[in-house]
Nanobody, 128 residues
Framework: QVQLVESGGGLVQAGGSLRLSCAAS????????MGWFRQAPGKEREFVAA????????YYADAVKGRFTTSRDNAKNTVYLQMNSLKPEDTAVYYC?????????????????????WGQGTQVTVSS
């Protein structure tokens, strides 16, 4: 199993930016598709973004497309989520997750049940 720890969350004004990091240990993330999810108060956890093993493919939820970018550095065993033009509705706990099935594509990775390993989450709060 791979252990995941998110960092970089915080309080930011609307229109601002944050960069989340997800540091992995125990196994190399090059064996996984990596995803980001978020959960706002009173809402279900939802897909944000995912990135394939060698960064060849990225997937984004419509709500963040054009504003968020996910990337990975397999040598550093770290995944990133760059969040720009933040909105109050982006306020949530953001989770990093790892999926062992590297052979699927597209919307397979939009589903949280497909991910076997999860971080503890980091809070992002966007004030208006």
């Amino acid at each position: 199993q791979v252990q995941l720890v998110e960092s970089g969350g915080g309080l930011v004004q609307a229109g601002g930016s944050l960069r989340l990091s997800c540091a992995a240990s125990g196994r190399t993330i090059s064996n996984y598709v990596m995803g980001w999810f978020r959960q706002a108060p009173g809402k279900e956890r939802e897909f944000v973004a995912a990135i394939s093993r060698r960064s060849g493919y990225t997937y984004y939820a419509d709500a963040v497309k054009g504003r968020f970018t996910t990337s990975r550095d397999n040598a550093k065993n770290t995944v990133y989520l760059q969040m720009n033009s933040l909105k109050p509705e982006d306020t949530a706990v953001y989770y990093c997750a790892a999926c062992e099935n590297i052979y699927a594509s597209g919307r397979y990775y939009y589903t949280e049940e497909k991910y076997e390993n999860w971080g503890q989450g980091t809070q992002v709060t966007v004030s208006s």
